[in-house]
């Protein structure tokens, strides 16, 4: 294949939001001579986070992309969101970079969205440089982070530099190459190491030749004879090591003052992979479903991932592809085996932030936005017609907390369905359905900040004013007792009479069991015909219970007994009769309310478990076990819905920011009899509310 992938490097930024990736992308651009000044994050000037929405917060809400030159190499870079409440686009990014530069502050360490990002990347066995940030910090500390890594990460960290702080940050190491670099300006010059480094640098390197040493045999039988090892020996072993995922190269620097930016760039080219040194990209064929794989080379048949929509209000859909195999020209026709459909690759360009220029291929390894793709989204593959891959969609992080949301204005309520549809195209861990039960329009997210930032984008962006309420709880009723009853419809003055009788036994079933509606008619007391309007009227009365409205579940009806009129009966009078049946069965047999609990796993740090089990436990919570889990304890419990519709900002302030949680729907149990009559009560007031407004 031609040189192109071999020239490639496609690199993300990732870990905790505020660990300064947007400003090393920033000092990466000024470095390489693409912009003339480097913004700052604060004065919201910088190439990344060009969204207002970002601005407005200081912080990346999106992933960005930029493509810059240095060394000869075209590095496709993409800045990364790390605050948990904006990590959706986090996880596209993690499937289409090869390399990853992991940032951890020289000050605060790993925290934990770090933590959950490294599990990812060894799902993908994504070749690794860490970089300690942040070392211009009166506070920060190199051998604690260092501490931290090993211990939080669970790996041997392998330092290639080390600090050299005098009244400052004033200098890098670089331990292979036995050469001490000074900051000046922006510019670096070399000279001596201070004399009182000499034992660390000693130790530190020998501890680094060894770590590389030992990943192969050859090196190792030289190291352990006392042959001294030379650097064009180490340095293409060593990145072996790091395309295995056995070594993981720690480098240091400020972003803010861009010291270390250019030798970490110079580390990116030589020691992250390129394109053509990552293994082939799995799929499988669209219609026989069997596995098949594309080799990063121009030379195999066309295939691409969509990793990220862009949704502008004034150039329209933006779709980002990473390009796995082949090469094809602008306004080639591609199939989409997702939706079925051939898309058009029109103008495709490259992205630096927002600006745009023009690309003149599409060919493997590279990263393009495609505009106006009509049908496609996130998470689809773009392939060759002839010869189809689908690859496995990209797993977003799921929806943890729902808000109902509803327009400010009835000029609202007709743009809210559009601006909803742009948000979902951009964010994929954004849900939007319609409780059937509740009949609100309900918008899930990430956290409480990430469903703030979408409807004030909505506002920004298409001028739709919303409001956001807590969720209803979609309460149940069911019963406890059995009874039976007869419910009887009859009108027979006057003109055509309605005639049904039926006799029903109401029993509980087990908690999630549904509804079982059984016939035990003997001798066409009920005719066959009416026996489905019979289970239509029980099935009609049970939509709302008799306590407080509420569906009813976990019943089995028997129809046992009835009588009928050759002339008068019809579906209609059976389905009254049936109704009436159910409602008056319902209330004699111990009617009582339900309510959803949820399944959690909540993380956080062993000095905050005791907080947060207490926490929980007030909260009606029944705490189902605690393990460990690196530095952090994981507790599993089962707990209410309604206790935790907003436990996202509650477990923030409990844990200073470095709890996070997932939950699920678990299963229906009783509410306690106190609580149930304070939600009977509030039910019946809205029910009158509502028939006085009618």
């Not at 990552?278 to 080379?297: A, D």
């Amino acid at each position: 294949m031609g040189q192109m992938g071999a020239n490639i490097r496609n690199v993300g930024l990732f870990s905790d939001g505020g660990t300064g990736k947007t400003t090393l992308a920033e000092a990466m651009l000024y470095n390489a001579g693409v912009i003339s000044r480097m913004g700052n994050v604060a004065d919201g000037n910088t190439v990344m986070d060009y969204d207002e929405e970002e601005k407005a917060r200081e912080c990346s809400l999106n992933l960005a992309v930029a493509q810059f030159t240095w060394k000869d190499c075209r590095i496709n870079l993409i800045d990364t969101p790390g605050y948990a409440n904006f990590i959706s686009d986090t996880y596209g990014a993690l499937r289409v970079v090869d390399g990853a530069v992991v940032l951890v502050s020289a000050v605060d360490g790993v925290k934990v969205q770090t933590e959950k990002l490294w599990i990812q990347m060894n799902k993908y066995q994504l070749p690794r440089i860490i970089f300690i940030n942040e070392m211009d910090k009166p506070n920060a500390n190199f051998e604690a982070a260092l501490e931290d890594i090993k211990e939080t990460l669970g790996i041997k960290p392998t330092p290639i530099q080390i600090p050299i702080i005098k009244d400052g940050f004033i200098g890098i190491y670089n331990l292979l190459a036995r050469k001490a670099f000074y900051f000046e300006g922006d510019e670096v010059k070399e000279g001596d190491a201070p004399e009182e480094l000499q034992d660390t640098i000693e130790s530190l390197r020998e501890a680094l030749i060894e770590n590389i040493a030992e990943t192969k045999d050859e090196l190792i039988e030289k190291y352990l004879e006392g042959e001294e090892l030379t650097r064009e020996e180490l340095i293409p072993a060593f990145k072996e090591a790091i395309l295995r995922g056995e070594l993981y190269p720690v480098m240091v620097g400020s972003a803010l003052e861009n010291k270390g930016v250019r030798l970490l760039l110079d580390k990116i080219v030589e020691l992250l992979p390129s394109p053509q040194e990552r293994p082939p990209v799995k799929g499988i064929h669209p219609e026989t479903g069997e596995e098949i794989e594309r080799k990063p080379s121009t030379d195999e048949p066309f295939s691409a991932l969509v990793f990220k929509t862009i949704s502008d209000p004034y150039a329209g859909k933006i779709s980002l592809i990473r390009v796995f195999s082949g090469k094809v020209s602008p306004d080639t026709v591609v199939l989409n085996p997702n939706k079925e459909i051939k898309e058009k690759l029109s103008k495709p360009f490259y992205m630096i932030g927002k600006e745009q220029k023009p690309a003149p291929e599409i060919a493997a390894g590279d990263i393009v936005a495609i505009p106006k793709l009509k049908e496609t989204a996130t998470s689809d593959t773009l392939c060759d017609p002839a010869n189809p891959i689908k690859f496995p969609e990209i797993e977003f992080p799921q929806p943890i907390i729902s808000y109902a949301i509803k327009a400010k204005s009835r000029s609202d309520e007709d743009k809210i369905s559009t601006a909803l549809q742009r948000a979902l195209e951009e964010d994929m861990s954004l849900e939007v359905r319609r409780d059937p039960q509740t009949k609100e329009l309900l918008i899930s997210g990430l956290g409480q900040m990430h469903i703030e930032s979408v409807v004030s984008k909505m506002k920004r962006r298409y001028g739709v004013d919303v409001e956001l309420q807590k969720p209803k709880v979609p309460y149940k009723e069911t019963i406890k007792g059995k009874a039976e009853v007869q419910g009887k419809y009859v009108k027979q003055s006057g003109g055509r009479g309605q005639y049904g009788v039926v006799w029903l036994r109401i029993e509980p079933l087990p908690r999630g069991a549904g509804f079982e509606f059984v016939d035990q008619i003997v001798g066409g007391v009920v005719p066959k015909q009416y026996i489905p309007s019979v289970e239509k009227g029980v099935r009609k009365a049970m939509e709302e219970g008799v306590l407080a409205g509420y569906p009813v579940v976990d019943v089995k009806v028997t129809l046992y007994d009835g009588k009928h009129h050759p002339v008068d009966s019809s579906d209609l009078a059976f389905q009254i009769a049936a109704s009436m049946a159910f409602k008056e069965g319902a209330l004699k047999a111990k009617p009582v309310l339900l309510e959803p609990i949820m399944k959690m796993e909540v993380i956080v740090p062993d000095d905050c478990v005791g907080d947060v089990i207490g926490d929980l436990n007030s909260r009606r919570g029944k705490i189902m076990g605690v393990e460990a889990k690196g530095k952090n304890q994981v507790i599993k419990a089962l707990v209410p819905l309604a206790e935790v519709l907003t436990y996202a900002p509650e477990l923030r302030s409990i844990t200073g920011g470095r709890g996070t949680y997932s939950m699920e729907f678990s299963h229906y149990e009783e509410v306690p009899g106190q609580l149930a009559k304070e939600i009977i009560e509030k039910a019946k007031e809205a029910q009158a509310e509502e028939q006085d407004s009618v």
